[in-house]
């Protein structure tokens, strides 16, 4: 399994798969401002005496000399093919570094990198659309896969699965920022086919073992709109939903211009009053 040396010792300090992280992200962040948020590489072969003078506690020193020894939790993401991509990784999405607050200091992926850091349009929606938002949804993934753009979705049934599909269709390429298993999402053979053929790349900072949580999903909106220029909204029924709450925010936090499929819902009504663009077909 290829994956970078500052990746895997990101992932050994703070992965969740089987335990929890060996060290707090209090503590993570007090050893990275010691090594002035330098690549991690080096931590491959250093010394308990080393990192006990980076760290401002020894049972801390301890921990991080501990699970940077540990390889089962890598061996499990090899059996899977799934890899690691870090902040100082070439790949990761670099649009999230320059628009949140907030970012990963590791993804899970699989699939096609190469495609994160391209000219991208989101797709987001209701799972349980309309014909009419369906419909609008495939319009829009044709036309990103002819403009030559990633589209960027949560990969959730209803509009991003159509979006999706479409795009594939027309000759396009897909990123999803995933809430669920990367694991189980795998399953699905359409969706399988398409990351080993290059179409699709998957990533998530969560558990891709885990299951899904609504809160995870929630969190994850914020890194669908940042890493795209431009959004679109395919059908909105609701203000306690996801996609309303995704759209409000990437719209209060100015990170992509966002355009709204109007089907005179109340929440688009709002969406539309801050600042989204009404499309009205």
């Not at 349009?121 to 014909?131: D, H, I, L, Q, W």
């Not at 390429?173 to 990351?195: M, Y």
């Not at 909105?236 to 499929?261: D, E, H, P, R």
Request: proline letters at 2%; charged letters at 25%.
């Amino acid at each position: 399994m290829i994956w970078s040396c500052d990746a895997k010792n990101r992932f050994l300090l703070l992965n969740d798969i089987s335990s929890a992280p060996a060290i707090s992200m209090e503590e993570f962040s007090f050893l990275q401002d010691k090594l002035y948020n330098q690549d991690f590489s080096f931590l491959e072969h250093i010394e308990l005496w080393e990192i006990v003078e980076k760290t401002d506690k020894k049972s801390t020193a301890q921990r991080v000399y501990t699970a940077l020894k540990e390889t089962a939790d890598l061996d499990l993401l090899s059996k899977h093919n799934i890899r690691l991509l870090s902040i100082k990784d070439n790949h990761y999405p670099k649009r999230l570094l320059e628009k949140l607050d907030y970012y990963p200091q590791f993804f899970y992926f699989v699939g096609n990198e190469r495609l994160i850091n391209m000219p991208s349009s989101s797709v987001t929606g209701a799972r349980n659309a309309s014909e009419k938002g369906l419909k609008f949804a495939r319009d829009i993934g044709q036309t990103i896969a002819n403009e030559k753009k990633v589209l960027v979705s949560g990969g959730a049934r209803g509009c991003d699965f159509e979006a999706t599909a479409e795009s594939i269709k027309y000759g396009g390429k897909a990123v999803w920022f995933l809430a669920t298993s990367i694991v189980d999402t795998l399953k699905n053979e359409t969706v399988k086919n398409w990351v080993e053929t290059g179409k699709l790349c998957l990533l998530s900072d969560f558990n891709p073992f885990g299951e899904f949580d609504r809160k995870q999903a929630l969190f994850r909106n914020r890194f669908i709109y940042a890493n795209s220029e431009f959004s679109f909204v395919c059908e909105c029924n609701s203000k306690i939903s996801g996609t309303f709450s995704g759209a409000k925010y990437c719209l209060k936090n100015n990170l992509s211009q966002l355009y709204v499929f109007d089907n005179n819902e109340s929440a688009v009504k709002e969406l539309v009053s801050l600042g989204a663009i009404s499309i009205i077909k």
